[in-house]
């Protein structure tokens, strides 16, 4: 199996301004995003063998919620926190080893742009959607983009 490197965004969180930008939780609609994302991709028999995770709340959250279903626990990492790029990706992916699946749970424009520089594609992820790249070398592949109410309706 090829190496796979998935990306979830967090859930819809509280507004800018709320509180300091590190500290917005999930609203009650980004947790249950967060829930139907991990339901959904255990449903789809996606197996994880590494979950990593920004350490900003809306996203440590995120990943804690959606690691309920997918029986993983998220590490953090720094690099994902802000500026997370094709390079940081790709030494998560080989620290995880050749053939696993990955999963990143983060924050955008990141992620589109890592998206963009592994695949050559634009993508636009939701709050609370996943991607997934099928990864030969160096060079990536779309293999999927879900928004959450796809998720949602196959968590359900």
């Known amino acids: 199996m090829p190496q796979q490197l998935w990306f979830l965004r967090h859930g819809e969180a509280e507004p800018h301004g709320a509180r300091p930008d590190f500290d917005r939780r999930l609203t009650p609609r980004g947790e249950e995003q967060s829930r139907a994302a991990g339901r959904a991709l255990a449903k789809l ?3 994880f063998q590494f979950v990593f995770t920004s350490a900003r709340v809306r996203a440590l959250d995120t990943a804690k919620l959606a690691c309920e279903a997918l029986g993983v626990e998220p590490i953090v990492d720094a690099s994902l926190n802000s500026g997370f790029d094709a390079d940081d990706a790709l030494r ?5 080893g050749a053939d696993k699946r990955v999963l990143f749970v983060g924050h955008n424009p990141d992620f589109v742009e890592v998206i963009h520089d592994l695949t050559g594609g634009a993508v636009d992820m939701k709050k609370g959607g996943v991607a997934g790249v099928r990864m030969h070398g160096r060079d990536g592949e779309l293999i999927v983009l879900m928004r ?5 309706a196959i968590a359900e």
């Open 45 to 47: 028999e996606i197996r």
């Open 92 to 96: 998560l992916a080989a620290d995880a």
């Open 148 to 152: 959450p109410r796809e998720l949602t």
